[in-house]
Nanobody, 127 residues
């Protein structure tokens, strides 16, 4: 069974940082593109970031560009999201995703383009 387990969320003040982690099992990790989406309360999921199979390409939402960094460690089957300069608008449940295909920003920003989703980790940013 494929499993994606997020961790690292929490409550931080505006301007703070968190590093989110997603540990994957049950799949050939390096054969999957990975990413992060988030869902704010009462809203649909929105794209955050994506990284290709061997980290040769990365995409970021304009909402987080310059503040967040996605990375992957294929030896550890783990993808990370370093979140800096957090603002209350970043408050959301953050989901790790994995997919077998890599494409354009438009393609990778669609939730339907991924095969597996984690259960999410809550990030709350206070003002």
């Amino acid at each position: 069974q494929v499993q994606l387990v997020e961790s690292g969320g929490g409550l931080v003040q505006a301007g703070g940082s968190l590093r989110l982690s997603c540990a994957a099992s049950g799949l050939s990790f390096s054969s999957y593109a990975l990413g992060w989406f988030r869902r704010t309360q009462g809203k649909e999921r929105e794209f955050v970031a994506a990284i290709s199979f061997t980290a040769g390409s990365v995409y970021y939402s304009d909402l987080v560009k310059g503040r967040f960094t996605i990375s992957r460690d294929n030896a550890k089957n783990t993808v990370y999201l370093q979140t800096n300069s957090l603002a209350p608008e970043d408050t959301a449940v953050y989901y790790c995703v994995a997919g077998r295909r890599w494409g354009s920003t438009a393609t990778m920003s669609r939730g339907t383009g991924y095969d597996y989703w984690g259960q999410g980790t809550q990030v709350t940013v206070s003002s």
